[in-house]
């Protein structure tokens, strides 16, 4: 799976024939001109780019969103459910909550 920062790069792996694409808290927070791993970048912002690149691409997005936004990782799930677009994974909490 191929990880996209903006709706250009999505819809070129569209284009390659990729099935479903990635991204990542990183890729966002980069474009943004922000520090990946300090909540620089909102769940909500997050949430609206994995919106904006599968509605732009068409194809189900798989995001990895910092630490899930959640204090225990039983939070993360709601953050996965939170999100309305195609979903090809879910994320995967690294253990690290604040």
Do not use: Q
Not at 54 to 79: A, H, I, M, Q
Not at 82 to 95: T, V, Y
């Amino acid at each position: 799976m191929r990880n996209t920062w903006d709706g250009p790069s999505a819809l070129l792996f569209r284009e390659a024939g990729f099935k479903s694409i990635a991204t990542s808290s990183a890729a966002l927070a980069s474009g943004l001109g922000r520090i990946d791993g300090t909540h620089a970048v909102s769940r909500d912002e997050h949430l609206d780019h994995a919106a904006l690149l599968t509605s732009v691409s068409g194809l189900p997005v798989n995001g990895d969103f910092e630490d899930g936004y959640g204090k225990t990782s039983r939070r993360c799930p709601g953050y996965c459910r939170r999100c309305d677009c195609p979903r090809a994974g879910r994320h995967r909490c690294r253990g690290h909550h604040r």
